[in-house]
């Protein structure tokens, strides 16, 4: 049974910066790639990095472009999302999420990963 479990989050001020990890046990497949997404409060649920299984491919909502790294380790099964200049707009749920089918270009398309986390709050005040 796949888990994915995220840590990392807070609360920041604007400008700032945050590092979630997400820990994945129990999957099976040679080809596990991972993503972050984020879900405000009313909105639907939008993906933000992405990352493939070798780390060397990775992709990013506009929105963070710039702002966010996205990296794993895979000798720790873990993906890291580094959030730096923080605005009030990335306050989010944010989610890990992974799936064993590789996809080429990379997606940030929510129907297309498999296994979700719990999430793990961030909220950026002014």
């Known amino acids: 049974q796949v888990q994915l479990v995220e840590s990392g989050g807070g609360s920041v001020q604007t400008g700032g910066s945050l590092r979630l990890s997400c820990a994945a046990s129990?999957?099976?497949?040679?080809?596990?790639?991972m993503s972050w997404f984020r879900q405000a409060p009313g909105k639907e649920r939008e993906g933000v990095a992405v990352?493939?299984?070798?780390?060397?491919?990775?992709d990013y909502a506009d929105s963070v472009k710039g702002r966010f790294i996205i990296s794993r380790d895979n000798t720790k099964n873990t993906v890291y999302l580094q959030m730096n200049s923080l605005k009030p707009e990335d306050s989010a749920m944010y989610y890990c999420?992974?799936?064993?089918?590789?996809?080429?270009?990379?997606?940030?398309?929510?129907?297309?990963?498999?296994?979700w986390g719990q999430g793990t709050q961030v909220t950026v005040s002014s």
């Open positions: 129990g999957y099976t497949c040679s080809w596990f790639y």
């Open positions: 999420a992974a799936d064993c089918t590789p996809r080429w270009p990379l997606s940030l398309k929510l129907f297309d990963y498999s296994y």
């Open positions: 990352i493939s299984y070798g780390g060397y491919s990775t």
